[in-house]
């Protein structure tokens, strides 16, 4: 028996919710947008009504993100030390770099998070 005698919703898979969601849909139709700003969702979705305004992200998507580019620029740092490339150069490339994708990467993983969190009926997410 449902909890709190709620009738049983249909299935929210994690992996169609995440896809709409890295396109800056809704998770729950794909119609309607995620983000209304950068960094802020919409309050719904103009499509099915979903609310977005409940989710609870925090700082989750940050710490994503700090692994995602300690996993991508360390390993390029290390080659160029390799290949001889100045360090007058990388003074100014790295934390360009870094701005660069921390930038890309911090609304996609905040989808993510929230696709994740609704898939999961987690936070307000439970209808």
């Not at 700090?66 to 934390?95: A, D, N, R, S």
């Amino acid at each position: 028996m449902p909890q709190n005698n709620l009738p049983a919703d249909p299935a929210r898979p994690f992996g169609p919710a995440l896809l709409r969601a890295l396109r800056n849909r809704c998770p729950a139709c794909g119609e309607g947008k995620m983000f209304g700003r950068f960094l802020k969702p919409v309050t719904a979705c103009s499509h099915c009504g979903t609310a977005w305004d409940q989710h609870q992200a925090d700082d989750f998507p940050s710490y994503i993100v700090i692994i995602l580019l300690g996993h991508i620029l360390v390993p390029i740092m290390i080659e160029t030390v390799h290949l001889g490339v100045p360090m007058g150069v990388q003074i100014f490339l790295w934390p360009i770099l870094a701005l660069v994708l921390a930038a890309a990467l911090i609304q996609p993983a905040k989808a993510a998070v929230i696709a994740f969190q609704w898939s999961r009926r987690m936070h307000g997410f439970a209808r």
